[in-house]
């Protein structure tokens, strides 16, 4: 599989998903930025499947948060903490 590329899928939420911890966020976030470079001379990826897997993840992360959002006031209305 070449498009998308699930490398930078998988940095870009990965990156999303631990941000908020303290030290290890910006860490994971700033180790994942060469990953992503890297990616068109050692995945195999061309520049096109590195766009494809950055918009896929995004899409996806939006996807998500919207979920969550609407999930979260029904949550709260039935008396459900997690």
Do not use: K
Request: proline letters at 6%; glycine letters at 8%; hydrophobic letters at 50%.
């Amino acid at each position: 599989v070449s498009f998308p590329s699930f490398h930078t899928a998988l940095a870009i939420v990965t990156s999303w998903a631990i941000w908020r911890t303290r030290y290890l966020g910006p860490l994971v976030g700033a180790l994942n930025v060469p990953l992503v470079l890297a990616t068109p001379s050692n995945g195999s990826h061309y520049l096109c499947d590195i766009i494809g897997g950055a918009a896929l993840a995004f899409a996806a992360l939006v996807l998500v948060t919207g979920l969550e959002r609407r999930r979260a006031p029904a949550m709260l209305l039935a008396g459900q903490t997690n």
